[in-house]
């Protein structure tokens, strides 16, 4: 039986885009979404005409009891997760003297909280076999910093410690855990800030000349969830067409 992958947040972006990514590599998906209903039984449909296992459950990711609810769903229907890639994130275009309580709590919670619920949810099955991936999808604005977006930055700069952190510890029970850091990605998510001067400006200082796709994305999440890739940990693969380099 092929391994089965949980994909949090993958009705759209680029979660969607690794669902499908996954998928086509011969494994068994799970996702979560949290309003996106339609599209998801759309994804659902169309993977399990191409003959592939797929589940799809709701779940609000800041929320404890609602990532345990999910992950019961998918163990009865599916059996236990073998991948999880924390995709599920929000962003926010606020100037920092306007960041509110609320905003910074909101922000922490989805993109850092979250995560950190479902690996530690998730972590004595793949210890337990010996075996595991663990792919946190950070962004370059957890390396470089956010102008407009100090709350985001701040998350993902601390989901790539996270992620690192894990590795550390649990590297030597056969779980690797990676970040992968997009840069400028061509996304619902993406379009309203690219579709402003500032953000075509931004399109033509990328040294690749061009947006990443989510298939981009999809294809360093395949690796990384590989047998190929079980010396890689501790990693953050940068998918940034060349905006940033890290040493």
Do not use: C
């Not at 949090?8 to 979404?33: D, E, Q």
């Not at 995709?87 to 306007?98: C, D, L, R, S, Y």
């Amino acid at each position: 039986m092929s391994k089965l992958a949980f994909v949090t947040g993958g009705s759209r972006g680029i979660g969607r885009g690794v669902v499908y990514s996954l998928a086509r590599s011969g494994y068994r998906v799970a996702f979560s979404y949290n309003s996106s209903s339609r599209e998801s039984e759309y994804i659902v449909k169309e993977l399990s005409q191409l003959g592939v296992e797929v589940v799809a459950v709701k779940m609000s990711i800041e929320s404890r009891h609602s990532v345990r609810h999910a992950i019961a769903k998918i163990v009865s229907e599916l059996g236990k997760i073998d991948i999880l890639v924390n995709n599920a994130g929000i962003a926010q275009e606020k100037p920092f003297n306007t960041i509110t309580d609320d905003d910074w709590d909101t922000m922490l919670a989805v993109n850092l909280k979250g995560p950190f619920s479902v690996v530690q949810e998730l972590l004595p099955h793949m210890i337990k076999n010996n075996w595991g991936r663990i792919i946190n999808i950070s962004s370059i604005g957890g390396q470089w910093g956010g102008f407009n977006q100090v709350h985001y930055a701040a998350s993902k700069a601390a989901l790539i410690n996270f992620t690192q952190s894990i590795a550390k510890i649990y590297s030597q029970n056969g779980v690797t855990s990676n970040a992968i850091a997009p840069g400028l990605i061509s996304t619902d998510m993406s379009e309203a800030e690219l579709n402003t001067d500032a953000g075509r400006k931004k399109v033509e200082g990328i040294p690749s000349k061009r947006l990443g796709t989510v298939e981009d994305i999809g294809a360093a999440v395949v690796y990384l969830a590989s047998d190929d890739a079980s010396y890689v940990t501790g990693q953050t693969i940068n998918l940034n067409g060349g905006m940033y380099f890290s040493t």
